[in-house]
């Protein structure tokens, strides 16, 4: 459970909402993708001074030992805002793991650097919980326990501090943390969202702390909370969308009134409420049960999976549909949600394969 | 006054009303102690006369003035002790709309009747009257102390059973159509009123179409006011999607959310489970139900905590995708299978009686296309659509089948 | 090719049209779906009068030799007086298979007694060409050939003067041609869509004549030819449907305006227009190339056989939907077209099967 | 008069034409004979002067009067020899507006110039005027013996190459919206008109916004009458939906309906072509593509037979599902490299840009919205809905920016 009561984590969110309304509008986040990490490193600092970036640390490490209810909160408002930060990969899936491995302690010092937002993490690899997991994945362990091959489609993969490498071999997931001091190639890859700034890396005999002691439960647990983070960025990006999108409805006019006038606009974006409604729900349940320690989490993430991941799509697509010509170019923000979705829908598992894993759980069920 | 204390504690409540019910129902033979049988408006009349009928209305009438949390512990005593006959004041639509809706004598005159006996059916839909329900065209006509009425109603239910229907009818054919019209409580058993049964496509007859012709109400039936019945109809349609409403909370306690669903059910039966393809649908369906469920719950949180009715308006549209994709699903794992029917053929029996009945949810009680309109009007507050209607003299809106007047 | 021009088909489509609208409008037609064979046997002997029983029958055998083209002519009008006649069988695959097989001298009476009415045929078994093949179906062929078991979903199975059983046994397909006057148990069952009459048929070491000679491209041709009409019937129905339903919009008047003003209504109409003119499409270029042996045949009949199946589905129940309450009730005809499109849903292939071989057909392209 | 006979057999006009070329054009260089290099406005002059450039126009007005096959056999004839020029009217959009719409006067002034040279571009969107093409706000005020130009055009195409644009303005802000326009030939090569490029999410920047401030067009430019531009307009519109029309029969008997699809490729190449239910979805897609294909044909085949559009009208609805449904398949196929963008990753590069070029289809040139709007109405005959701007002023219509005399 968080230490965070409801109360809390709604004045938090006031907080976040405010601070993200004056400094990540429109104009700064578009300034901020001109920028070498994608976003400007100004607005990541104040996140960590408003306790943000600690949020899922325990508190023995210098976070504030929240929830996963609570890293959906803020998942959800900076989705609100498109911020391309690497809220999931630094501040949920990396201390979860951290946390979750025998060498908490020794890495006590990247934990408080990531929650005072002096350290970003990027992921990669081919375990499950690495975000595209499914790109190019060549890494291999040596004997000795070095790293050689290639990744890519790492997130922020040449300005992060730390990489987390997460690498299926045989039987087993193997996790490193590589610094940045580490001798490695970085070469950034062109991106339809670039402001996620992917990269290839390539290691060569290259060292890392390896997060041992990590169980089998231990890594679906962190993956789940990747998922439902995500889920819940989802939303709330989705969200801010729709309600440009109905707002536009309300004030273009065509034909002597008001577009949204028109009936199969309007039941469009019914159909399109009740899309977001229920991935808000959906991200929400998958948050609680993961907070509450549910036995039947895993389903209630997957389904999230899929509903945030299909519903963020089309609403997304339909926003430019409904904007017309407007949207159809760069100056209109309809494309920067679009390119978002399109980023997210195979970024921690798609929906096909979330599906199924949905439908195991309840092949499982009595 | 009552043995009921509004003050007392939700236990003191408790052990109130199962004293009282212990002291008049026999609870293993399901009857009054002081009756060999059942008798229902015997029991509903000592319920009445306790003040447990309509536990939240006020004393002067009829009740005992508790809350809606006090109702519902005086509710749970009655479940405890398998007795029925509380809580009318949350399902008896008529009696519940007379009480707000009716004038001070109705209510003196019909209160009692309406809530130890009589069953009430709504006479609202027309055949020219569905999604646009306040087009009716049924006429009542003042001759002396009472009116007569005259016209035809349809997609009624218990229609055979009912002592009353609660009645739209058109009194005033040169006001707009939301201003003509007048709420009437009906007598059914009456010359005059015809009732025959809808054969529906799902192979059932619980509705009825019922015919007028010259069946009088007296005046004093009148709910409300003259040619402000559409008002007094909303007030009943309010406590109807109440009543709803908390048919959902109700639903979701009930559903099994956590056992296997029929569905998977029927495909492992018909060795479709690992059908990738039926997998992918199986997942979505089982998903659109589940979420629904989430935003019900979410929805009455909503409810209760900011009084926002938003999320409410969802439950009956995603509904129709789930009942109708659902019944889609079944049918294609059926195969050939779903051509057959009847009581041999159980598996096909049902999905084709769901694959009908799924058009109760998206036509019966509003369509989508209609549910839709309120979602993106009343939550979403975008604008309506020109009314032709609007404003002028309902003799004078265009019907298709000729102007008003011949209604 | 057909022995039939064009304008000729058209000639024949409106005597039939005429001769439809005169003899098997709503009112014969529910009168004869109350009849043992769910039609009025008259009807069956005028169809024959006017030569249409025998339209695919050679006119060496009494037929008049057309292709598929006048087959589906035929069938898209019987479609949509939604007449239960069981003209694809008696009158499609049955004379096919008999005239492609080396016995097809010695059936020359049956097939001049289809041709003059005189005959019906109901398919049974579980073979690709037999209707309902999925359904059950023990039928074996003893070393005498003598045939027992059990098939079940035979259309019209208690009245038909000649049962073909199509059987698939180890890697051979064999086709029998069983007399009503032989020995077998009849059951009728109970279906949705009545007017059908499916009937189990129960046979104990029970004769027929066999139909000898049968190459598997003649079975597949034959299975082609009944999925192309099928889908021609289908068109004829759902535009009926269509038709109905556009008029119901333009007469029906709610909120003192027709409701096919209502925009979402209109886009409803226009979508399921589309449908039904690509059904149309598909269904013409599925007997077209039947008709003139195009060696893509397989391909234009498999995506007949899924665009007409999900076209006549949807529309049909979009019809109820877009009626409202009134189509809710048995007096209305619309549920009528609703279970024959359900029906026709797996009569002869279902959706996935046929999109599965109309892509094996594009990997197979160069 | 001309060297080529209207009652010539094809094959001897088919002669006589491929004779004209040999004599003057080089063929293997793509040349006029007569000209070092290929010089356009020289070449278009020679076949402009022998009735080829425009040949079912009448002799009066430049053409040689032949019929629609006629046509045909000169373009086989002109392809035949690699040789460009003729057919311009069936394609150049300005010259056929002006010679439809235009006064005798315009057309001998203007058509020679629009034949051999210029460029012209459409100059009808605006901001506020988008699916509401009849709402431009564009204002065309008199001066003398010219109109001076004040307003913005948007989503116009070689706007910079263009010496002309077809420019509609309103001239009456008094009368109905359809009825204050007037169409002129504006020229674009003058100060007051900006032309900014739209960067757009394809990455392309194929359509300009055009700033017009004070600029002017000789009242002589005007095509047909003043406040009569929209029926002349509409001449345009239809010659336009004829060339798109023939552009269907085009891309048919191009489109190689019987060798492998690229989506299949794709599928084949990301491993995935074994998924059952990516299968499912690829057959779904080629079945759109080929029954849109079907149905052009049958279009065609009505619109040649029985004059009938109906069919037309379906093409463009159902190419935004074929495009949109493509992207959506080759996007999940793709997976995480769907990501990825650039020359480097040229499958995610073609994948993306169809992604979003696919709304060219579904909003430009009439969204998909309004296209169901016109098959509702102008095929299927289902009644117009209210139209709130229909017979008053257009300077009373709301714009949801005020009043129309801002605009």
Redesign the interface.
Known sequence: MSTIQESEREEIREALVRFLRAEAGEERLREGMQRDRGYDGAVWRQLADMGLLGITISEAYGGIGGSALDAAMVAAELGRSLLPVPFIETCVIAPALIEASDVAEKMREVLSSIAQGTATIAIGGNATLAPYRDATCTLKVDDSDRISGEVSLVMHGAHADYLLLAIDSESQTRCFMVSADTEYAIEEQTANDPALRPATIRLNCARGIELTGLKPDDLERVRLQGVATLSALQTGAMRAMFEITVDYLKTRYQFGRPIGSFQALKHIAADLFLEVESATSAAHAAANALASADSLAARSVALAGFICNDAFRDVSAQAIQLHGGIAYTREHVAHLYWRRARATLSMLGDSDSHREAYLNTWEAAA | MTQFDTDASPEALRVAVLSWLDTHWDSENRRPLTQPIYDRRHWRQQVLEAGLAVPSWPSEWFGLGMTSAQCKVIEKAFAERNAPGTGLDRYHLGAITVFKAGSDALKREMLPELLTGPICCLLY?E??????LA?IRTRAERDGEQYVINGQK??TSNAREADYGMLLARTDWDAPKHRGITFFLFPMKQPGVEIRP????TGESEFNEIFIENAVVPERFMIGNLNEGWGSFQTAIAYERLIMGQGITGRRRNSAT????PL?ELAEKTHK?N???I??R???A??YR???N??N??AMTEMMTKGSMS?MS?SK??MSRIQ?GEAAIA??LL????????P??SD?ANT?FD??KA??N???GG???I???I???K???????????KGIAFRE?????GPGTTG
Request: charge should be negative; charged fraction near 25%; aromatic fraction near 2%.
């Open positions: 839909s055949p020219n009257a569905g999604s646009d087009g349809v997609w809808i054969n529906q496509i956590r056992s296997r669903p998977l489970l059908d990738p393809v997998r992918q199986l997942a979505q089982l998903a589940e979420v629904n989430l935003n719950e979410r999320l969802l549209l995603a109708h049918t294609d195969g050939p299978e779903a051509l057959l029917d009847g041999d053929n096909a084709n694959a009908a058009y109760m998206s036509i019966g369509t989508d296309q549910q839709r309109n979602i993106a009007e939550v979403l507050g975008l604008p309506k659509e020109h009314e032709p209607d809106v265009k019907s298709g089948t």
